[in-house]
């Protein structure tokens, strides 16, 4: 039998895609006799951004067996419980949306069912009472979860706050450690085969062939060889979610460590800060249509709550995906796949997907159809999936005070997330996903923390006794309030664990 293994892998770039796939690759192919390259080029750079994460990537490292201390010394990480939202549903509304679930599920019914009840009923308490991550974050305090089962303190997951820049770098070591070689230098020409089109090699400036059995493409978003050499084509999403820009600049940290990212919506965009040890990341994403460059940063200015430590850095992108992340012997990850605007923190967990949907699909150098076609239909869908729920925190809204939040007033909704939020809006129904990211309780917290209330709750729980839901209602409270009450702050929590950074000086 003639031997199809892939002997050689070359990654193209050098970022937070290109390295977390390298440190994948060389652990889970280690011992295979697979040859894997990064070729990076210190000119280019990096896009620099990026630096809220969601939980998933806990996973990641678990498997890479990276300790988490080790890891947040490293990358000056704080813990994330969630993201506050302000000023989405109205101009002075407030909601987080936590990393765990609200009270209870009873005989298969979600807690917020009973809430709605209550609310009906004219209970006034907010959801976020039941929720231990929720009031832990509005206090700045964290712990980790509690392992056993059935304590409001085990209900949540946590991600992290890190600086990107630092992952990468991080990731690059372990990855050289286990073989991993990297070529410095910028890809100047891609060859392909005159037979079947694949990438055959590229040559760097200096005049380096370097060839391989499989190519990632993990260049950013110029796409160097999946559009670049392979004109895979792009899903322009701008009609959904047209902002298109974006102005970056660290702060000095001021005040509490919120262990939350925090997104505010603007007239004509919205505004992040990610707290970190040693830094406050801070951004304003925007759509050029409605704000100026000059406008759009001075707006950013106009809201930074510390001094800034650098000159805004002004970033412009397309939302979309590739058509195809798969083409041929190319395999695009990171933002040479695609970008969704990082209002959920959903770009660093996309670069995970494809590295799991990749090593899941691990080819030969046959290159199978099947193999590529369910790879693009799974990427795919993990693309809309997210996009559907960035694009629910556009329409769950009642603002009309600009133009941008006009636009949204008129869109026409992907089909997929109209359904859904028709059926959340008679019953509180969450219409479940077979395959994506965000499960029902996310969604219920920006359908809620924007104002989008059912017309009736479970009629399950309509017919249960009223002062049994009103007692049990006041004990879960009282539990998470306790909860929270014994949380160490954040800050203090990291100051004295092995984790300490930034926050050690
Ligand atoms: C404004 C903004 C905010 C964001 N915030 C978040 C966030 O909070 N959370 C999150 O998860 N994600 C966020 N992201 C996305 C995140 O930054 C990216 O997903 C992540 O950094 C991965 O980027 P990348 O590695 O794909 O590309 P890049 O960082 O652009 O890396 C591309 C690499 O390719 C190399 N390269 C390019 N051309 C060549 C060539 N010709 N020869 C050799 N090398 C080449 C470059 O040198 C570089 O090493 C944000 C993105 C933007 C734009």
Redo the contacts with the bound molecule.
């Keep these: 039998m003639t031997d199809r293994r892939i002997a050689s892998v070359c990654i ?9 796939t390298a440190a994948a690759l060389a652990n889970r192919l280690a011992g295979l006799d697979v040859a894997v390259r990064l ?16 939980p998933h990537i806990r996973a990641f490292n678990t498997t890479l067996g990276i300790a988490e201390p080790e890891l947040m010394r490293a990358t000056e990480a704080t813990y994330k419980l969630g993201i506050e939202f302000c000023d989405w549903g109205r101009i002075g509304d407030r909601y987080i949306h936590p990393f765990g679930n609200y009270g209870p599920v009873d005989d298969g019914i979600p807690f917020y069912h009973q809430w709605l009840r209550l609310r009906a009923m004219g209970d006034t308490s907010r959801l976020d009472e039941y929720s231990y991550p929720v009031i832990a974050a509005e206090q700045n305090r964290f712990r980790h979860p509690a392992s056993e089962p059935g304590r409001v303190e085990s209900s949540f997951g946590y991600a992290y706050q890190f600086d ?1 820049s630092l992952y ?1 770098a991080f990731l690059r070591r372990y990855a050289e450690a286990r073989g991993v070689e990297r070529s410095e ?4 020409d891609v060859a392909l085969d005159g037979g079947n089109g694949f990438v055959r090699n ?1 040559t ?1 400036a200096d005049g380096r062939v370097i060839g391989a059995d499989l190519f990632i493409d ?5 796409g ?1 060889l999946i559009e670049g050499a392979l004109q895979s084509g792009y899903d322009d999403w701008s009609r959904w979610l047209p902002c298109n820009r ?1 102005v ?1 600049v660290p702060t000095e940290s001021r005040g509490p460590l919120g262990p939350y ?1 925090r997104a505010t919506a603007r007239t004509a965009g919205w505004q ?1 800060r ?1 707290p970190l040890q040693h830094r406050v ?1 801070n ?1 304003h ?1 925007y759509c050029s249509d409605f704000i100026s460059d000059d406008d759009a940063q001075q707006q950013l200015i106009d809201h930074l709550d510390a001094p800034m430590q650098a000159e805004p850095r002004r ?1 412009r ?1 397309t939302t979309g995906r590739r058509r195809d992340f798969w083409k041929r012997n190319v395999v695009a ?5 695609g ?1 969704l ?2 209002l959920e ?7 995970q997907d494809g590295i799991t949907e990749l090593l899941g699909l691990f080819p030969d150098r046959g290159f199978a159809a099947e193999d590529i076609d369910e790879y693009n239909q799974r990427m795919a869908l993990h693309f809309e999936r997210v996009r559907d729920f960035l694009l629910l925190h556009y329409v769950a809204t009642q603002r009309d005070d600009s133009p941008m939040w006009r636009h949204f007033r008129a869109l026409t909704l992907p089909d997929s997330l109209r359904h859904k939020i028709d059926t959340w809006r008679t019953r509180g129904y969450v219409v479940p996903y077979q395959f994506g990211l965000f499960l029902p309780p996310s969604w219920i917290a920006v359908m809620l923390g924007q104002g989008l209330v059912p017309g009736a709750c479970d009629p399950r729980v309509a017919g249960m006794a009223a002062g049994a839901l009103v007692k049990r209602a006041a004990a879960l409270r009282a539990e998470v309030a306790d909860a929270v009450r014994a949380t160490p702050d954040h800050a203090d929590y990291i100051r004295r664990s092995p984790a300490a950074a930034g926050l050690a000086a």
């Design positions: 193209v770039g050098g970022g937070t895609a290109g390295w977390m070729i990076e080029s210190e000119e280019i750079g990096t896009v620099g951004v990026g630096e809220a994460t969601l990107a990468a230098g910028k890809v100047v590229v760097l993990c260049s950013g978003f110029r160097l974006a970056a990212t992040w990610i990341g951004g994403v970033l992108f990850i990171g933002l040479a796949g970008f605007e990082p923190s959903t770009s660093i967990h996309l670069i």
